[in-house]
């Protein structure tokens, strides 16, 4: 894999003048009124999973993560079937990739500021309607037909229900022009908030349309074969046998032609294959894990490295997260693999509950605001903040220092971070090696996203350190 993914790029559009928001749009959007209401819609209806992948947007709205918020929505209609699980999840997802866009369209159209859950319900609808591809995946008519219905089954909805017609009928006759104007916006354009664009062409001045553009792309299925039960070459086999289509992209790594879900992939609950991003799957290769060797995984759930680290070698490996509730995910995956770790649930800041025995290698894929991952997480985003960036340094910085005094004589330590800005990464791994005289040893350093048909990984940053022995 490339140290910088290189891309061929158009020159940049001279920038148009943006449109300011009028004031009335530009506040920041209240709380959904009635956030507990049971919908009466049918629950095979396509306005039944507009409503609620329109309750989830406006909770991400007021700050909730995204898989978080449709969590919600799910456990307040416990009638959500599997299949309209599946499409809130995608129209949400797809909301989100294309929320600076929509909210201009809504400014453009609405005559005042809607309430939140009718700006939600219109960005889902408008999402479907403006799909990138431009093949929207229900007929444009049923979209506007079922977004009406939907509106008329919410009470903080219902009263907008003439304005919404009108305005995704507006957009039917004048889906040009207006997309013409909305896109004068460069948030609108990009789908990000001014303030990352800003920061992705500062830290990238060559790559920052084709980073931006990456960042919109729905993800794919990549899998890691486990090499404990089968080759990739046996795994490729059997799920050719299973009818899917897959091509190897990594040592490990299987891309599925068409994403399914988790229950579908051949042998995922016996531990034949985990699903995990060819980028992220450098990380246990790299950190050279021998049989017998003491090895700790600092930041680990939910377990994705750790469980690698061990189909790799028969280590012993301590499996540290601050957080309890997805270190317990450490251990499923553990289980669903049927290796072993010792999992402790501690601060990486404290060494409060080391041993004193030190370790031959240590994994420090620390905490970061995940800008490098924004295609399998496009809600990150709305949700960061520019000051993220200082504070998540900052911790992480802490974390490293305290990592180094557990690394023994001739130990590696191996620094990720899934974040673009260079403060979170490249400027830590500088600045950590001065603190700590430590060996700077051949790691792939900043990978810039990439996707399509040749490399497809993730935003990820790796510096490898050795400690003199
Ligand atoms: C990038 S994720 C780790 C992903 C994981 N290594 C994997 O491959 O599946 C960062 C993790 O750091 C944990 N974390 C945050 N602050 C921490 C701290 N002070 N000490 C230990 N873990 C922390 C978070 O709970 C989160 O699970």
């Not at 039944?48 to 969590?71: C, D, E, H, R």
């Not at 664009?197 to 993800?219: C, F």
């Not at 792939?444 to 935003?459: E, F, K, M, T, V």
Request: glycine residues 6%; contains cysteine; positive net charge.
């Amino acid at each position: 894999m490339n140290k910088r993914p290189t891309l061929s790029l158009k020159s940049p559009a001279k920038p148009a003048a943006p449109k300011k928001l009028r004031a009335s749009h530009a506040r920041e959007l209240k709380p959904a009124l009635q956030t507990h209401f049971q919908t009466n819609l049918k629950p095979d209806s396509l306005a039944y999973s507009l409503i609620g992948a329109a309750s989830a947007i406006a909770q991400v709205k007021t700050g909730t993560n995204l898989p978080q918020a449709l969590a919600q929505v799910w456990a307040r209609q416990p009638d959500t079937t599997p299949q309209a699980r599946g499409a809130m999840q995608d129209i949400g997802y797809r909301a989100m990739r294309q929320l600076g866009q929509s909210e201009a369209l809504i400014t453009l159209m609405a005559p005042k500021a809607p309430e939140p859950l009718v700006v939600a319900l219109l960005c889902c609808a408008l999402a479907l309607m403006t799909a990138p591809d431009d093949t929207p995946p229900y007929e444009e008519f049923t979209i506007v037909d079922q977004t009406v219905t939907a509106a008329g089954g919410h009470p903080d909805t219902a009263r907008a229900k003439g304005m919404i017609n009108a305005v995704l009928r507006r957009l039917l006759r004048e889906r040009k022009a207006l997309l013409d104007a909305a896109l004068l916006q460069p948030v609108a354009k990009w789908n990000y908030p001014q303030w990352w664009i800003d920061a992705v062409k500062t830290a990238w001045p060559q790559q920052w349309q084709q980073i931006l553009a990456s960042g919109n792309m729905a993800p794919p299925l990549t899998l890691r074969v486990n090499p404990r039960q089968q080759t990739v070459e046996q795994y490729l086999a059997r799920l050719a046998d299973a009818g899917m289509t897959a091509t190897r992209i990594g040592p490990y790594a299987v891309r599925l032609e068409k994403p399914v879900g988790v229950h579908l992939i051949p042998g995922f609950a016996d531990g034949a294959a985990s699903v995990q991003d060819a980028g992220a799957q450098l990380a246990a290769p790299l950190l050279d894990v021998q049989n017998g060797m003491r090895v700790l995984d600092a930041c680990a759930a939910p377990g994705g490295k750790t469980c690698h680290i061990l189909e790799l070698a028969d280590a012993d490996v301590t499996a540290l997260d601050a957080d309890a509730r997805r270190l317990a995910r450490v251990g499923e995956n553990l289980d669903r693999l049927k290796l072993r770790a010792t999992l402790k649930a501690a601060d990486a800041q404290n060494n409060d509950w080391w041993d004193g025995q030190p370790f031959d290698r240590i994994l420090a894929d620390v905490p970061c605001t995940a800008s490098g991952i924004v295609r399998r997480h496009p809600d990150i985003r709305w949700l960061r903040r520019k000051a993220d960036t200082l504070q998540l340094a900052t911790l992480s910085g802490k974390i490293l220092d305290n990592l180094w005094q557990m690394l023994a004589p001739g130990g590696k330590l191996l620094f990720v971070t899934c974040s673009l800005w260079p403060q979170e990464s490249e400027a830590q791994a500088a600045a950590f090696a001065v603190r700590h005289q430590a060996v700077r040893l051949d790691a792939p350093g900043q990978l810039l996203p990439a996707g399509g048909s040749g490399q497809d990984h993730d935003g990820l940053f790796y510096a490898l350190f050795q400690k003199n022995a």
